[in-house]
């Protein structure tokens, strides 16, 4: 079974910048899709990136060509770069694989001035 840990979260102005990370143990993530997902308070969890095993991205129009998701096979992890942050943005951010149905914590992530 996959155990996620996500780590990276925090208070940021809006236009800053935020790289989020998830280690996995207890099975690779070679094989595996990973995912970054959100929730605000009030809102429904919402897919925010994808990367496949082989590196092929997917994003929101929300976020595309502000976050860039990426994996290090190597080190089983997945990171999130979220550059020109809103106050939308402002939500708990996990780490998923949702094929196994595995998911981390959570961290926390504001966006405000």
């Known amino acids: 079974q996959m155990q996620l840990v996500e780590s990276g979260g925090g208070l940021v102005q809006p236009g800053g910048s935020l790289r989020l990370s998830c280690t996995a143990s207890?099975?690779?993530?070679?094989?595996?899709?990973m995912q970054w997902y959100r929730q605000a308070p009030g809102k429904q969890r919402e897919l925010v990136a994808s990367?496949?095993?082989?590196?092929?991205?997917t994003y929101p129009d929300s976020v595309r060509g502000r976050f860039t998701i990426s994996r290090d096979n190597t080190k089983s992890t997945v990171t999130l770069q979220m550059n020109a942050l809103k106050p939308e943005d402002t939500a708990v951010y996990y780490c998923a694989n949702t094929f196994l149905g595995s998911w981390g914590q959570g961290t926390q992530v504001t966006v405000s001035s």
């Open positions: 207890g099975s690779r993530i070679d094989p595996h899709t």
């Open positions: 990367i496949t095993y082989n590196g092929s991205k």
